[in-house]
Nanobody, 121 residues
Framework: QVQLVESGGGLVQPGGSLRLSCAAS????????MGWYRQAPGKQRELVAA?????????NYADSVKGRFTLSRNGAWNTVYLQIDSLKPEDTAVYYC?????????????WGQGTQVTVSS
């Protein structure tokens, strides 16, 4: 079991910045991938950025956020961050953290409760 708690959301003006945090607890050692997703009103949840653990650690971003969003993690792999710069109104959404753990029948996903990001003047 993995528990995730997001923080750092809020109201920000266009062009501003935010730093989201996702704190993981529980079976952290089993986490293979951690990522950030977002869901805007009336839209499907979409991947924003994800980082995969391993000898060839890799990070990937949605095209819509490349160059503005930066995902990072701490050394213990129990916290991931999403630095969001040059915020746009279309970035308004609930941002969710997800941890993926390999399972016998396939990956098991754990989700946080989400943190609201609102970009408005």
């Amino acid at each position: 079991q993995v528990q995730l708690v997001e923080s750092g959301g809020g109201l920000v003006q266009p062009g501003g910045s935010l730093r989201l945090s996702c704190a993981a607890s529980g079976s952290i050692f089993s986490i293979k991938t951690m990522g950030w997703y977002r869901q805007a009103p009336g839209k499907q949840r979409e991947l924003v950025a994800a980082i995969t653990r391993g000898s060839s650690e890799s990070t990937n971003y949605a095209d819509s956020v490349k160059g503005r969003f930066t995902l990072s993690r701490n050394g213990a792999w129990n916290t991931v961050y999403l630095q969001i710069d040059s915020l746009k109104p279309e970035d308004t959404a609930v941002y969710y953290c997800k941890a993926e753990v390999p399972g016998i029948g396939g990956p098991v996903n754990y989700w946080g409760q989400g943190t609201q990001v609102t970009v408005s003047s």
